[in-house]
């Protein structure tokens, strides 16, 4: 399922994201999220817009908003980290470090994840708990700066070609 996410966020980006950025029709990172979310289509994913992270165990990720969620069922597939910088230079470290945390909470097989509402209340669904996919993916897609670190091919070299999809455009390339 991985490979086929993958590809559908990468064909999203360089056939929506790259040319309307070009156009100069995506002016913000939550821009950037709309068209991901708006386009996303593969059966049986879901993709969730910065859901709040709770649960039990999961003391790392506990109030963590990622940018974009995919799961299938009750399994998280991927985390999508989106930044949107093409005024500056841009560093990788901190969105790399919550792709870590990730990797870690997955070492306690007793933690639950929540982030569902209960729609009869507000409050948060308890009952539909989530668990991160052994293969879990890291999707990290960048508009910055030409000669950003965060641009860099090195930024996803802790993490193997299957768990870390790195979208990128550099803004005044020459």
């Known amino acids: 399922m991985n490979q086929a996410l993958s590809a559908h966020l990468q064909e999203i980006w360089h056939n929506l994201v790259i040319p309307q950025f070009s156009q100069g029709n995506i002016c913000s990172e939550r821009h950037l999220q709309a068209i991901f979310y708006k386009d996303f289509q593969l059966e049986g994913v879901k993709a969730w817009v910065e859901p709040k992270l709770s649960g039990k165990n999961i003391k790392l990720l506990e109030g963590y908003k990622p940018d974009l969620l995919f799961t299938q069922a009750t399994t998280i597939l991927a985390v999508m980290e989106l930044r949107f910088s093409p005024y500056y230079q841009l560093e990788p470290q901190n969105d790399l470090y919550r792709f870590q945390t990730f990797q870690k909470e997955k070492t306690d097989d007793a933690y639950q994840i929540y982030f569902k509402i209960n729609p009869n209340n507000g409050d948060?669904?308890?009952?539909?708990?989530?668990?991160?996919?052994?293969d879990l993916q890291f999707i990290y897609g960048v508009i910055a700066k030409n000669g950003s670190p965060a641009l860099s091919p090195e930024v996803g070299s802790q993490y193997s070609n299957q768990e870390f999809t790195h979208l990128k455009w550099a803004v005044g390339k020459d």
Do not use: E, K, N, V
């Open 124 to 134: 948060l669904d308890t009952q539909t708990g989530f668990q991160l996919a052994d």
